[in-house]
């Protein structure tokens, strides 16, 4: 058990550093400096590189505007953080959190309502099982003649 609780007490001790390599390595890939960075979120420099360096923990509004700033989800850096815990992956889950031109609220919205979507096939395909949908049903049309 004691081996548990020191393991538990690295990854928490890692994690500010872990966020922010993470964001460092996010911030290198865009090709945005730390100035420039600190001039999109409105956070200041010397606290970004703290952040970087591992020296201090965000706070999720931090998170949000280094996310707006990298032009990326929220999410994945909350996640990173320990914020929230990670989701399954799926293309369209992707997709959303990857579109540049959503905001981040309208990104959350897509995905509770496909979410939303998901959970529903889920219970109804249970009961589809048992009674498969028998499809669209034909219908004939026959013409009549008028000429009588």
Request: net charge negative; aromatic share 4%.
């Amino acid at each position: 058990m004691v081996e548990l609780a020191g393991d538990l007490a690295a990854k928490v001790a890692a994690t500010p550093r872990d966020i922010g390599s993470f964001i460092r390595a996010q911030r290198e890939s865009a090709q945005v400096s730390l100035r420039q960075l600190a001039t999109l979120t409105g956070v200041s420099n010397p606290y970004l590189s703290q952040i970087e360096r591992g020296l201090r923990k965000p706070s999720a509004e931090v998170l949000s505007q280094i996310a707006k700033g990298l032009r990326m989800s929220s999410e994945a850096l909350y996640v990173r953080a320990g914020f929230l815990d990670e989701r399954p992956h799926s293309p369209v889950r992707d997709a959303v959190e990857a579109d540049v031109v959503l905001n981040e609220r309208q990104k959350r919205t897509l995905l509770e309502i496909y979410e939303t979507f998901c959970r529903e096939n889920a219970t109804s395909s249970v009961s589809d099982v048992d009674s498969p949908d028998p499809g669209p049903s034909e219908v004939i049309v026959v013409p009549t003649s008028t000429d009588e």
